[in-house]
């Protein structure tokens, strides 16, 4: 899948806004694969998988597009 990053916080995790979507995807950055978590900013297209966790669905595998 693709997305927008549309949140970082400084605790290491962020949001993604997947393409044709209206509800963000939570991301940690033990999820990214390529990049490193300082390296990403908002509004950066990125790639991923999802998983179903125990509070919801979430981003994983994210990498920059």
Aim: glycine share 10%; charged share 30%.
């Amino acid at each position: 899948m693709t997305g927008t990053i549309k949140r970082l916080t400084d605790k290491g995790f962020g949001f993604i806004l997947p393409d044709g979507a209206d509800k963000d995807l939570f991301f940690h950055s033990s999820a990214l694969v390529g990049v490193t978590f300082t390296e990403l900013a908002v509004e950066d297209k990125v790639t991923f998988d999802t998983e179903q966790s125990e509070k919801g669905p979430r981003a994983v595998n994210v990498n920059r597009a």
